[in-house]
């Protein structure tokens, strides 16, 4: 069955650093990759979007990476901030003809100052 | 938010009781999504549309149905709520030329 793991439910860092999630996916091959941020009582919301062709996405502080014959993907955040502590979400299309994404369960990042 | 509003909030409710939650949007997005989100398990995709009185099921269907019976509007029912449907509901759209999603700002539904 098709199964995408974030390898941490948690991650904690000190600000300034670079913050690595990751999102390994199985018996998928994924036309394109999302991730969203989450925070706290609120719904998810979305990010950056990378295609099974692209190797590379950057917005500002954030840089996501696609790599179909790892089946991973890594999403970076360069100089952390304490305002970037949230739950980061993977999501993948699943391949039916109505583009339904399915979720990874998340990582909670925390950035201590 | 993408105009994305649900109803209720917040509800608490008995086991064996019908609940209806409601999702509305003022853009005429043509996709809506049902998700539940639990500890453990991240986001489920319960049931989605693609158009009005277009509707199809996810991943954690049993248990639930939804109607949409115009554009803005999609609601999802627990025709008998059992504890295990306690959760955080949340309402998503999606348009048509672009594949990422608006999410609601959820509803936290308690089943004692």
């Known amino acids: 069955s098709q199964k995408i793991e974030q390898n941490s439910e948690a991650l904690n860092i000190q600000e300034g650093k670079t913050a690595t999630l990751t999102c390994n996916y199985t018996n998928y091959s994924p036309a394109y990759l999302q991730w969203y941020r989450q925070d706290p009582g609120r719904g998810p919301v979305f990010l950056l979007l990378i295609r099974e062709n692209e190797k590379e996405k950057r917005k500002e502080r954030l840089k996501v990476t696609f790599d179909t014959t790892l089946k991973q993907s890594l999403f970076h955040i360069t100089a952390s901030q304490p305002a970037d502590s949230a739950t980061y979400l993977c999501?993948?299309?699943?391949?039916?003809?109505?583009?339904?994404?399915?979720f990874g369960k998340g990582t909670k990042l925390s950035v201590k100052p | 938010d993408a105009g994305i509003t649900q109803s209720p909030r917040h509800k608490v409710t008995e086991t064996g009781t019908p609940v209806t939650l409601r999702c509305h949007q003022t853009e005429n997005h043509r996709y809506m999504y049902w998700y539940r989100q639990d500890p453990g398990h991240g986001l489920r995709l319960i049931h989605y549309?693609?158009?009005?009185?277009?509707?199809d099921k996810g991943e954690v269907s049993d248990g639930y149905s939804v109607s949409r019976s115009k554009t803005e509007d999609f609601l999802l029912t627990l025709e008998s709520a059992t504890s295990s449907q306690t959760s955080v509901y949340f309402c998503?759209?999606?348009?048509?030329?672009?594949?990422?999603?608006?999410f609601g700002s959820g509803t936290q539904l308690s089943v004692l």
């Open positions: 998503a759209i999606r348009t048509q030329e672009d594949e990422k999603l608006f």
């Open positions: 549309s693609y158009g009005v009185k277009d509707t």
């Open positions: 999501a993948l299309d699943s391949g039916g003809s109505q583009g339904n994404l399915i």
